[in-house]
């Protein structure tokens, strides 16, 4: 039995919602192949918001490269998530309930940028998940931190203790680290960090390793002219990738439809599968590969590599001496393979390795803790340098000219401004508390104007907005020209809020 289905999603030729999860496969696999085609099914699209590049994120189909926005694909998982859902709770409760009743947590990878957050909550918004107030994004390892505690006596965790979360998904390993302020509370103790190291890699791998075997255009030909039959070739794959353990050989099943491609293709070139696959230890008999110990470890390795490497970073930081516990949690998490590396390269007197009964549940379980009590986080360190787009006295000789600008104070009186300066109103690293405001206030000298919010990555920032990522634009309105506005950033939480009061008119900002 099945504890999560998988990130998949089928369209129909018109894009309108046909399945989700394991249904998705199926139905898919089920379609004829003229009508597979026609059709839209997309494998791991949750990654293509891992990806920060600029520009509108679009998803690629995995049977066509057709494309569509990544805000469409999970509108359509999110609404039928919610339906699923409704089906499931109103059979459950006696009387019924109504979606005013219900307070929705979405999770999302720590490291995920802003942007992809906002990308999250306006898809949810639009597969009707109630308002603004009525929804929360939870960070998938701050959630799970809340299952794992759960695995702990209280004695264990006495105030000042400090632990890593080391979530292992499909597509991304995602790491936050706490320190315990309380008998319920914990403050971030180092930004959220995390890569692409998920168990998808072991995938691709494996890919490679087929035509390292038996060519590249063999396997591009049969992804290219049998896309159904790939998908099951890969989950195949994946039963034996679940099962394997260190030290272990795996056999891996072939479909009936690789193998006569395989015989097809391989007859031109002279040779067979079995005399193909003969490398390294590698045998092939009766539609099964077999994959010595040796070579599944190959398949890891470099995986499981990156997530060490990067625990290994996380424990010589000062800020995380004498860390007591590394909680690893997720889907990947349940591997015996990745589980046997970190114990064996971490685990000792005074650190422990602390694997929940179900690693793959432990951030949908924790989700529901962390919605009841957001503020049980009381602080985190900011993963950006956040701030806006100001206009300051142009100084000649300082400023560059083309960041000049002529702007009228007042009526019949200009001034020089230098455009485009960035102003920061928290750096990289610093520590924010739960829902804690920072206010600025500035001069405004148009009726019209844009409030541009900008992050970066550098503690100590530019001066000017040039290559800055642009999280978002308020626009503000007023009949009179000059005034003063604030802008208020809410940090701490999960997302951060921006609010713009226009004092000229009490008008009222959100982004």
Same mark, same amino acid.
């Given at each position: 039995?099945?504890?999560?289905?998988?990130?998949?999603?089928?369209?129909?030729?018109?894009?309108?919602?046909?399945?989700?999860?394991?249904?998705?496969?199926?139905?898919?696999?089920?379609?004829?192949?003229?009508?597979?085609?026609?059709?839209? !099914?997309?494998?791991?699209?949750?990654?293509?918001?891992?990806?920060?590049?600029?520009?509108?994120?679009?998803?690629?189909?995995?049977?066509?490269?057709?494309?569509?926005?990544?805000?469409?694909? !999970?509108?359509?998982?999110?609404?039928?998530?919610?339906?699923?859902?409704?089906?499931?709770?109103?059979?459950?409760?006696?009387?019924?309930?109504?979606?005013?009743?219900?307070?929705?947590?979405?999770?999302?990878?720590?490291?995920?940028?802003?942007?992809?957050?906002?990308?999250?909550?306006?898809?949810?918004?639009?597969?009707?998940?109630?308002?603004?107030?009525?929804?929360?994004?939870?960070?998938?390892?701050?959630?799970?931190?809340?299952?794992?505690?759960?695995?702990?006596?209280?004695?264990?965790?006495?105030?000042?203790?400090?632990?890593?979360?080391?979530?292992?998904?499909?597509?991304?390993?995602?790491?936050?680290?706490?320190?315990?302020?309380?008998?319920?509370?914990?403050?971030?103790?180092?930004?959220?960090?995390?890569?692409?190291?998920?168990?998808?890699?072991?995938?691709?791998?494996?890919?490679?390793?087929?035509?390292?075997?038996?060519?590249?255009?063999?396997?591009?030909?049969?992804?290219?002219?049998?896309?159904?039959?790939?998908?099951?070739?890969?989950?195949?794959?994946?039963?034996?990738?679940?099962?394997?353990?260190?030290?272990?050989?795996?056999?891996?099943?072939?479909?009936?439809?690789?193998?006569?491609?395989?015989?097809?293709?391989?007859?031109?070139?002279?040779?067979?599968?079995?005399?193909?696959?003969?490398?390294?230890?590698?045998?092939?008999?009766?539609?099964?590969?077999?994959?010595?110990?040796?070579?599944?470890?190959?398949?890891?390795?470099?995986?499981?590599?990156?997530?060490?490497?990067?625990?290994?970073?996380?424990?010589?930081?000062?800020?995380?001496?004498?860390?007591?516990?590394?909680?690893?949690?997720?889907?990947?998490?349940?591997?015996?393979?990745?589980?046997?590396?970190?114990?064996?390269?971490?685990?000792?007197?005074?650190?422990?390795?602390?694997?929940?009964?179900?690693?793959?549940?432990?951030?949908?379980?924790?989700?529901?803790?962390?919605?009841?009590?957001?503020?049980?986080?009381?602080?985190?360190?900011?993963?950006?340098?956040?701030?806006?787009?100001?206009?300051?006295?142009?100084?000649?000789?300082?400023?560059?000219?083309?960041?000049?600008?002529?702007?009228?104070?007042?009526?019949?009186?200009?001034?020089?401004?230098?455009?485009?300066?960035?102003?920061? !109103?928290?750096?990289?690293?610093?520590?924010?508390?739960?829902?804690?405001?920072?206010?600025?206030?500035?001069?405004?000298?148009?009726?019209?104007?844009?409030?541009?919010?900008?992050?970066?990555?550098?503690?100590?920032?530019?001066?000017?907005?040039?290559?800055?990522?642009?999280?978002?634009?308020?626009?503000?309105?007023?009949?009179?020209?000059?005034?003063?506005?604030?802008?208020? !950033?809410?940090?701490?939480?999960?997302?951060?809020?921006?609010?713009?009061?226009?004092?000229?008119?009490?008008?009222?900002?959100?982004?």
């Amino acid at each position: 039995m099945h504890l999560k289905t998988l990130t998949n999603i089928l369209l129909n030729p018109a894009q309108e919602f046909v399945a989700f999860g394991f249904e998705a496969r199926d139905e898919f696999l089920e379609l004829e192949d003229k009508d597979a085609e026609e059709y839209l !099914f997309f494998k791991h699209f949750k990654m293509n918001l891992y990806d920060d590049s600029k520009g509108e994120r679009l998803c690629r189909a995995a049977n066509n490269n057709q494309v569509l926005p990544v805000r469409k694909i !999970f509108t359509e998982a999110f609404r039928f998530m919610k339906k699923r859902a409704f089906d499931k709770i109103i059979k459950a409760v006696p009387g019924g309930i109504t979606e005013k009743d219900v307070f929705f947590v979405v999770t999302v990878p720590a490291i995920w940028s802003p942007g992809a957050k906002s990308i999250m909550r306006n898809a949810a918004k639009d597969a009707g998940l109630n308002e603004d107030d009525d929804l929360i994004l939870a960070l998938e390892p701050e959630a799970a931190a809340h299952a794992c505690r759960q695995e702990l006596k209280q004695d264990d965790l006495p105030p000042g203790t400090k632990y890593i979360v080391c979530d292992c998904g499909g597509g991304t390993a995602d790491f936050t680290a706490h320190e315990v302020t309380g008998p319920t509370t914990v403050k971030e103790a180092y930004p959220a960090t995390g890569g692409d190291w998920g168990s998808t890699y072991v995938d691709r791998e494996y890919e490679k390793l087929l035509e390292q075997l038996f060519g590249q255009d063999v396997i591009s030909a049969y992804q290219h002219e049998n896309p159904k039959g790939w998908v099951s070739l890969m989950d195949k794959f994946e039963v034996a990738k679940t099962r394997a353990e260190a030290g272990q050989p795996r056999r891996v099943e072939f479909t009936f439809s690789f193998v006569n491609h395989l015989d097809r293709m391989l007859k031109d070139r002279g040779t067979d599968i079995a005399k193909a696959a003969r490398q390294g230890g590698v045998r092939y008999a009766e539609g099964m590969l077999r994959l010595p110990w040796e070579v599944m470890e190959k398949l890891f390795q470099p995986v499981v590599s990156k997530i060490c490497e990067h625990l290994e970073f996380l424990l010589k930081r000062s800020e995380l001496t004498n860390t007591k516990f590394i909680f690893l949690v997720g889907g990947f998490a349940e591997s015996k393979i990745l589980q046997t590396q970190i114990r064996e390269k971490f685990e000792n007197e005074s650190l422990k390795l602390v694997i929940p009964l179900k690693p793959g549940l432990a951030v949908v379980t924790g989700a529901v803790a962390f919605g009841i009590r957001p503020e049980a986080v009381v602080s985190r360190k900011c993963r950006f340098t956040y701030g806006i787009a100001v206009m300051q006295d142009f100084i000649e000789g300082v400023h560059p000219e083309e960041k000049k600008t002529l702007v009228e104070v007042s009526k019949g009186k200009t001034v020089a401004k230098c455009d485009d300066i960035f102003k920061p !109103f928290v750096h990289r690293g610093e520590e924010m508390g739960y829902n804690e405001v920072i206010s600025k206030t500035f001069n405004a000298y148009f009726t019209s104007l844009k409030v541009d919010i900008h992050s970066c990555e550098f503690e100590t920032p530019p001066q000017f907005i040039d290559g800055l990522d642009l999280l978002g634009r308020l626009r503000l309105d007023s009949k009179d020209r000059t005034g003063k506005i604030e802008v208020h !950033f809410r940090f701490g939480a999960t997302e951060i809020i921006v609010t713009v009061v226009d004092k000229r008119t009490g008008q009222e900002y959100k982004r």
